[in-house]
Structure formats: structure tokens, C-alpha cells
């Protein structure tokens, strides 16, 4: 089975960028869609980004224009640039594989990557 290891979170000041990395234990060049999720304390795990290896993208509405996910395939990771942070930005995200519809296919979810934005 395939392993998702995600870093690059931290505390940040509103207006901030951070760089999260999703490093994969194997190939992920065949994998159709794979996505970040985030969730924040009290609230359900939603929907940040995600991208096919066809390129397609797909971004929540809360964070087009500020965030981009990309895919290196050569280097089995995929990365989420977050710009101009707010602080409802805050959460931990979590990288996972996904349906074509962006749904997330597995239910293991790894420790994630902690974001935190202060004002």
C-alpha cells in the first residue's frame, strides 16, 4: 500500500506563505487524482485542492487565486503553495488519493501537516 507523508506546515502571520509537500513511498504517476483536504477543530474535513496527472485542477472557493497544487511525478510528491494566508486558513491538512470527483478514496489519514495563521 502506498504511503502519504505530508510536511511543510507551521505558524504563520496573515498575508504569509507556506509550502506543503506530500511525499508518496512509491510512484503516484498512474494515480488519476490526488488531493488536500483540511480540517479545522470542530469542523468537518473538506475539500482544498486537487490535481489529476492529466492536469486538471481543481481548488475550493476559499482559496482560488491564493493557493496552487502541483505534481512532480518524477519526484512521487505533490505540492500545495499556499499564498496570502488567512486566518481561517488554519488547520491541519492532510494529502490523500482521490476519486474523479475529488472525493477522497482512502479512510487512513496520516498525521497531516499542522497550519496555523495568526492575525
Known amino acids: 500500500q502506498v504511503q502519504l507523508v505530508e510536511s511543510g506546515g507551521g505558524l504563520v502571520q496573515a498575508g504569509g506563505s507556506l509550502r506543503l509537500s506530500c511525499v508518496a513511498s512509491?510512484?503516484?504517476?498512474?494515480?488519476?487524482?490526488m488531493g488536500w483536504y483540511r480540517q479545522a477543530p470542530g469542523k468537518q474535513r473538506e475539500l482544498v485542492a486537487a490535481?489529476?496527472?492529466?492536469?486538471?485542477?481543481h481548488y475550493a472557493n476559499s482559496v482560488k487565486g491564493r493557493f496552487t497544487i502541483s505534481r512532480d511525478n518524477a519526484k512521487n510528491t505533490m505540492y500545495l503553495q499556499m499564498n496570502n494566508l488567512k486566518p481561517e486558513d488554519t488547520a491541519v491538512y492532510h494529502c490523500?488519493?482521490?476519486?474523479?470527483?475529488?472525493?477522497?478514496?482512502?479512510?487512513?489519514w496520516g498525521q497531516g501537516a499542522q497550519v496555523t495563521v495568526s492575525s
Open positions: 490523500n488519493f482521490a476519486t474523479s470527483d475529488f472525493k477522497p478514496i482512502d479512510d487512513s
Open positions: 490535481a489529476t496527472n492529466n492536469g486538471i485542477t
Open positions: 512509491e510512484s503516484v504517476e498512474y494515480i488519476y487524482a
